[in-house]
């Protein structure tokens, strides 16, 4: 939050690319969801499996409804898991870049742009590492039993 507003941010990540990162001042799940992931959906075709952190805002009815009339296939995906799902240590690497910063951003406008400075600065080899890594932290974390596994 800063100065007591805060923003949405969606961006979508694969081998070899991403999408734009999309900063929205207000909306709902639904209106940010629809244009974003659909196009991404169409840049991806068949392959297409979409993830979401299943964040109660993002199973609700009407984004379950969303996705199924625009027939996107959502991954299962075990709640708030951060180790298992790529994207958040996305954002804690663009967290731990904007703390670094010698300004850091203490205005919504500066945190937007920090932000898109951020994320096209992003190493993509970073992106992709942490995708090939999927398969070793699912081993991990089965072999835990579900419990913290180290990364």
């Known amino acids: 939050m800063y100065g007591g507003r ?11 690319s991403r999408t734009d990162l999309h900063i929205f001042d207000v909306g709902t ?7 974003y ?14 993830m979401d952190d299943n964040a109660p805002c993002h199973r609700t ?16 995906w075990p709640a708030r898991s951060p180790d298992l799902n790529p994207i958040e240590h996305v954002w804690d690497f663009l967290g731990r870049r ?5 300004l850091p951003p203490v205005t919504i406008r500066e945190l937007r ?3 898109q400075d951020e994320w096209a600065a992003m190493p993509q080899q970073l992106i992709d590492t942490l995708i090939l890594s999927m398969g070793r932290r699912y081993e991990t974390c089965l072999a835990v039993r579900g419990d913290h596994i180290p990364y």
């Open 6 to 16: 805060g923003i949405l941010v969606w961006g979508g990540i694969m081998l070899g």
């Open 29 to 35: 799940v639904n209106e940010i969801l629809l244009p």
């Open 37 to 50: 992931v659909r196009l991404f959906r169409g840049a991806m075709g068949l392959q297409f499996l979409f």
């Open 61 to 76: 009815v009407l984004v379950e409804q969303l996705l199924e009339s625009e027939d996107i296939e959502r991954m299962d």
């Open 98 to 102: 904007l703390a670094a910063r010698t």
């Open 113 to 115: 742009v920090a932000l």
